[in-house]
């Protein structure tokens, strides 16, 4: 099922903001229930306590300079409840006190990720959370407490997808496809033509070896591997990919929404 995983975003800069409900919105399997922008212990308090607002995990920023204690406010509110969803940290630089034995001992603690190694793949490390797992980044692994990482946790690493690609081709992507940007709006900010984007467009679709799996060359199967995205990039293959021969690619939408999730694959190790 799409779009099932109900998730809350506590974020207080804005632009860091904008790009975390971008991606979770544009993910198939996530849907974002409500977003706080500034951090009131009572309004947090009250929305989660209210029973109509069904959440499946929280992704809470932890680097709030005014404010440093608002993330261990944040946890004790959350282990009030009597079903709590899963809360998972997010930041740029980790804080030792927030990652130790303690906060690992409740069910509920999904994990804790840095926004520059989970990157585009934040909706897959929501979605393994929601099925139970722990899911950490690199630099959260090799911090001293990792000694008490329980078997099974998930390392994720978002930069996976994108390593094949030149800065600028990632910087196009980022906009165009990731952001969804149109070419009026990308040829504004990057002060390029839309030929060369168009261009660079076609490139990026070529490393994802898009033409290949409209042609069935290559199967879904063996790129997805989450069966909610898999079920729903099939569904949008069944329905266009006969269609594709007669239309500019570039210019599809469905295409783009495809490319999407294939750069947001991330790698994924468990803790041994």
């Not at 959440?55 to 440093?68: F, G, K, R």
């Amino acid at each position: 099922m799409t779009n099932n995983n109900r998730v809350i975003v506590a974020e207080d800069d804005p632009y860091a903001r904008e790009e975390i409900l971008n991606l979770l919105s544009r993910d198939w399997r996530t849907r974002v229930a409500a977003e706080f922008d500034s951090f009131s212990k009572k309004a947090f308090h009250d929305y989660l306590n209210d029973p109509v607002n069904k959440t499946d995990a929280i992704i809470l920023d932890t680097e709030v300079p005014w404010d440093p204690n608002w993330p261990i406010e944040a946890f004790e509110v959350v282990a009030a409840l009597d079903e709590p969803p899963k809360l998972i940290f997010l930041c740029t630089v980790p804080v030792p006190r927030y990652w130790n034995d303690v906060l690992m001992e409740y069910d509920f603690f999904g994990g804790y990720l840095l926004k520059q190694e989970v990157l585009y793949s934040l909706a897959t490390a929501v979605s393994l959370v929601v099925q139970g797992k722990i899911v950490i980044t690199e630099s959260i692994f090799r911090m001293p407490s990792a000694v008490h990482l329980k078997k099974g946790t998930l390392i994720i690493d978002g930069t996976r997808a994108i390593r094949d690609f030149t800065p600028r081709e990632q910087e196009i992507l980022r906009h165009g496809i990731l952001n969804n940007h149109s070419q009026r709006d990308i040829e504004d900010e990057l002060v390029i033509s839309r030929n060369w984007i168009s261009e660079v467009l076609s490139t990026v679709y070529d490393k994802l070896q898009l033409k290949e799996i409209l042609s069935n060359e290559i199967a879904l199967s063996s790129i997805f591997s989450d069966k909610a995205v898999l079920e729903k990039a099939e569904s949008i293959l069944n329905e266009n990919g006969e269609k594709s021969e007669e239309i500019n690619l570039r210019k599809a939408p469905w295409l783009t929404t495809l490319a999407f999730h294939l750069l947001t694959i991330p790698e994924v190790r468990s803790v041994r």
